[in-house]
């Protein structure tokens, strides 16, 4: 096969293809790696033979997919599973049609940010824009051939008359294709090095994409899970979205991934010893960052991963609720992990305001933060606000002197520290000045957007690849808030939590966010039982304490979720309940967007 070495660069394993093979079932209550959610018996099928079955008597065939699928692998090993079938095959790739490389380039130059090695603005086309549409027009079946198969990103937009397949990558799996050089972007000739295919992927590929995948979403016949290059699982469309339904109207995890960083920690890595080892450290887990998150189906153990954006695709009010009417089809709320258990500080950084990252960025939203406090060692802090005597002179022009000459920065000079326990919350609205101490496990849970960071200082440290990480102070200082200083920080941006309701067994505690989040935070202290209503809003939760919690939903679903593991219950549920099985205390922390008459004025565009 025409497979090329190596196709991924990662020491992350590949997710199998079978739940026989992900040793989940070995360890009781452990955290699950690979949540997935049971289609019935027999709605997943293995194998391009299995597949070859299916499309042999279909005449035409369009393969569709997202950017970052092996296509000449992929065609060749159907390609022989149809010729033992006796099939005679006309292919033809639709990248053919695409328009000349100078074209797109000049196409998607104005989001890709010039010479930023990490910003861009979202692109605002869509995928037919990389095409020649009378080119498109011109591929035609072969009347010869027993199946005429046209293939690659974009297929459907010929417009054939045929069944359609589409084939998805968990974008943690482009990122190690990107890594490995075995992918390239969009109408791109050759590999881009990671750092720009990744700029490039979100804020052009992945939107293009997806845009036609919404479009494709009631169209498509046969999903294909194309993260394992030699053994891909497939279903039918229809059972993907009877899956999808009842996800939206019961709950659901994602799968996580996780990432090594220049300051991780140890935590993950020690608690989770099913995930590969062989790395310096854990930074994140990307627990519900949705925009690169996949769902995890299965039926007679065979597992297929689809993207997150199915999901919204499917009904984004059964998901979201009325905060459809302003997120669209964007899941508004974020749960990641930043492990510092042994690491290092995070980079002293703020994020965009919401009309700056409206205007430089295209983003709906900004990137509205809180640290809620996991785990936390015994000297464990969170830096947060600036000193009641900050000098914004003096202050840039010693990250000045640091990023020019390499000396370090008093960070509490400017900067202040407050100490880190359990359950605490630090909330951190756009134009903050933050980041976490050593010793903490924070779980992130914040506004959608995540990669809008603006670092001022990072300790005068590498990155995993021994190169100088990149800072944003200019931008940082047109959007910090440098009256967000002294005893202000105390009162206003260190939840105070109080009980807001209680019964037998249970207590709701209420750890109220910023005036500027448009989401909440809500806590629940079990020994019991607690019926919970979802009032028209997605609820985002996790176990903060205790082995597990039996979720029951309305609707008839019944889950355990362990320490750790974070899981939705969408709008459309109705209510659930939350059960501590073995009366023991545990806790529970729920995240959701506020009633719309809280917002402040401009937090969403």
């Not at 969170?382 to 005597?389: I, K, R, S, T």
């Not at 990149?470 to 105390?490: S, T, V, W």
């Not at 176990?543 to 309305?554: D, F, I, Q, R, Y």
Request: hydrophobic letters at 40%; a negative charge.
């Amino acid at each position: 096969m025409t497979l090329p070495k190596p196709w991924r660069k990662t020491t992350q394993y590949l997710m199998p293809a079978h739940v026989a093979e992900t040793g989940q079932e070995l360890v009781e209550g452990q955290y699950n790696i690979y949540p997935a959610h049971d289609l019935g018996s027999g709605q997943i099928e293995a194998g391009f033979d299995a597949l070859a079955q299916r499309l042999a008597d279909a005449g035409r065939v369009m393969i569709d997919g997202f950017p970052g699928v092996l296509w000449a692998d992929f065609r060749e090993r159907l390609e022989a599973s149809l010729k033992t079938l006796g099939v005679s095959t006309h292919w033809i790739e639709v990248a053919a049609a695409m328009k000349p490389t100078a074209a797109i380039d000049a196409l998607i130059a104005p989001f890709l940010g010039g010479d930023d090695p990490i910003f861009g603005y979202r692109f605002s086309g869509e995928l037919a824009d990389f095409f020649d549409a009378s080119a498109l027009q011109l591929i035609r079946p072969d009347p010869a051939a027993m199946l005429n198969i046209v293939y690659g990103c974009g297929a459907a937009l010929t417009g054939w008359d045929g069944v359609l397949v589409y084939i998805d990558v968990p974008k943690n799996e482009i990122q190690f294709r990107q890594r490995a050089g075995s992918v390239t972007c969009l109408g791109a000739v050759q590999p881009l090095d990671p750092k720009p295919a990744y700029k490039r992927s979100y804020f052009v590929d992945w939107l293009a994409a997806n845009r036609h995948k919404l479009a494709l979403h009631h169209r498509i016949d046969w999903i294909v899970d194309g993260q394992r290059p030699d053994a891909i699982t497939f279903a039918r469309g229809d059972a993907l979205r009877d899956g999808l339904t009842q996800l939206a109207t019961n709950c659901f995890r994602v799968r996580p991934w996780f990432e090594p960083g220049p300051w991780g920690g140890q935590w993950i890595r020690q608690h989770m010893p099913q995930l590969a080892q062989d790395v310096p450290n854990y930074a994140w887990s990307f627990e519900l960052i949705v925009p690169e998150n996949g769902l995890v189906f299965s039926s007679d153990g065979w597992l297929l991963e689809v993207a997150f954006d199915f999901l919204m695709h499917r009904d984004p009010y059964a998901i979201i609720g009325e905060s459809a009417d302003a997120f669209g089809y964007e899941f508004p709320i974020r749960f990641d992990f930043l492990d510092t258990f042994a690491g290092g500080n995070l980079s002293v950084q703020c994020h965009p305001r919401p009309a700056y990252i409206r205007q430089h960025f295209g983003e709906v939203f900004t990137q509205d933060e809180t640290y809620y406090i996991l785990e936390a060692g015994p000297t464990a802090r969170c830096y947060l606000g600036f000193q009641d005597d900050i000098d914004p002179s003096a202050f840039r022009a010693a990250l000045e002197e640091s990023f020019q000459h390499a000396t370090p920065v008093d960070v509490e000079r400017f900067v202040q520290s407050h100490p880190a326990r359990k359950h605490d919350l630090f909330l951190i609205p756009n134009g903050t000045i933050h980041c976490s101490g050593v010793d903490n496990l924070v779980l992130e849970i914040s506004a959608t957007p995540y990669i809008f960071t603006f670092k001022m200082y990072d300790w005068m440290r590498l990155d995993l690849d021994g190169r100088p990480r990149p800072l944003n102070i200019d931008r940082a200082f047109e959007n910090l808030y440098f009256d967000r200083k002294g005893e202000r920080i105390q009162a206003e941006f260190i939840s105070k939590p109080y009980v807001l309701a209680s019964g037998p067994g249970w207590e709701l505690i209420h750890q109220p966010t910023h005036r500027n989040h448009f989401y909440d935070v809500h806590r629940y202290r079990l020994t019991g039982s607690v019926e919970v209503q979802t009032g028209g809003s997605c609820h985002v939760m996790s176990l903060v304490e205790g082995k597990s919690v039996l979720l029951e939903t309305a609707n008839g679903a019944r889950q355990r979720f362990h320490y750790a593991e974070t899981f939705v219950v969408p709008a459309a549920a109705g209510s659930y309940r939350l059960t501590s099985e073995d009366g023991s205390e545990i806790h529970v922390v729920k995240a959701f967007v506020k009633p719309r008459n809280e917002w402040v004025e401009g937090v969403v565009a």
